[in-house]
Nanobody
């Protein structure tokens, strides 16, 4: 059974840091492009960061550039999101996702990703 499982979400104060992990199981995801999305209450799911299967290119939403870092360890079938200088507006459920396509483009549309985790709650509040 193919699964993606996020972990690392919790309550953190503004300005703090968190590291989210996404562990894949059931098959190797080393040939999949992967991404982190988030969804705040009453808002649409949005792409936060994405990374090519090789790790050779990345995408970041403007709102997180310079503060978040996406990475992956294909040997461990795991992806990470390091989040620094967190702001209250980062409060959301964070999802990891995986998808395959032939072009080198990093897509941010949810429909391009065929596998999703269940999500982990990140709350930034004092």
């Amino acid at each position: 059974q193919v699964q993606l499982a996020e972990s690392g979400g919790r309550l953190v104060q503004p300005g703090g840091s968190l590291r989210l992990s996404c562990a894949a199981s059931g098959r190797t995801f080393s040939n999949d492009n992967m991404a982190w999305f988030r969804q705040a209450p009453g808002k649409e799911r949005e792409a936060v960061a994405a990374i090519r299967w090789s790790g050779g290119s990345t995408y970041y939403a403007d709102s997180v550039k310079g503060r978040f870092t996406i990475s992956r360890d294909n040997a461990k079938n795991t992806m990470y999101l390091q989040m620094n200088s967190l702001k209250p507006e980062a409060t959301a459920v964070y999802y990891c996702a995986a998808g395959r396509w032939p072009s080198p483009v990093l897509y941010t549309q949810t429909y391009k990703y065929g596998y999703w985790g269940q999500g982990t709650q990140v709350t930034v509040s004092s």
